[in-house]
Nanobody, 115 residues
């Protein structure tokens, strides 16, 4: 089992910044990919960004150039720096980890961007 604990959500005005962090613990033998997804009310959960243990990143087109994902392999943490936030970025953000063929999810943290 892998446990994920997120932090850093909140309320911010459009154009502002927030940083999300996620700490993974438990049976992390070889963390392959870590990342963030988000889900807005009435919408499906969507990919925001992912990063492999080798540092290869992938971003959704909607956040490219504004968000930056990073990780610390030694501490099993992943972070998401979100700049130039827009009201459409408002959602619950979920930390995600893919380990040993299994997907694990955090409990979610709310990000609200006011216009």
């Amino acid at each position: 089992q892998v446990q994920l604990v997120e932090s850093g959500g909140g309320l911010v005005q459009a154009g502002g910044s927030l940083r999300l962090s996620c700490a993974a613990s438990g049976s992390i033998f070889s963390v392959n990919v870590m990342g963030w997804y988000r889900q807005a009310p009435g919408n499906q959960r969507e990919l925001v960004a992912t990063i492999t243990s080798g540092g290869v990143t992938n971003y959704s087109d909607s956040v490219k150039g504004r968000f930056t994902i990073s990780r610390d392999n030694a501490k099993n943490t992943v972070s998401l720096q979100m700049n130039s936030l827009k009201p459409e970025d408002t959602a619950v953000y979920y930390c995600w980890v893919f380990v040993m063929k299994y997907n694990y999810w955090g409990q979610g943290t709310q990000v609200t961007v006011s216009s």
